[in-house]
Nanobody
């Protein structure tokens, strides 16, 4: 089982980025997927989550209306579209997977990627 993130980078305030998470080694449709982020000196925060069965989504309050989590039809990719980026969005972003319903609690997830850095200035 492997999760590989990409798409991070440096953008100006108000800009957009799309993060991608390539999954392999499991049938993703049995797993809920989520994006987390962690800034230096801060705890890991759940940003967006996507349910395995019903496709329901959860977002942290700061992401609502700006970020969108989605998946492609093949089941191999999960995305996080981030618009209207702010400096406080600067962090390492991680893709994660868990069985069962989606949530934004990091301790519930047991498959993690290595992260991709997002810097907003």
């Amino acid at each position: 089982v492997q999760l590989v993130e990409s798409g991070g980078g440096s953008v100006q305030t108000g800009g957009s980025l799309r993060l991608s998470c390539a999954t392999s080694g499991f049938t993703y449709t049995r797993y809920s997927m989520a994006w987390f982020r962690q800034a230096p000196g801060k705890k890991r925060e759940g940003v967006a989550a996507l349910g395995a069965i019903d496709g329901r989504t959860d977002y942290t309050d700061s992401a609502k209306g700006r970020f969108t989590i989605s998946q492609d039809s093949s089941g191999d990719m999960v995305y996080l579209q981030m618009n209207s980026l702010k400096p406080e969005d600067t962090a390492m972003y991680y893709c994660a997977a868990k069985s069962g319903p989606q949530c934004l609690t990091s301790l519930k997830y047991y498959r993690w990627g290595q992260g991709t850095q997002v810097t907003v200035s």
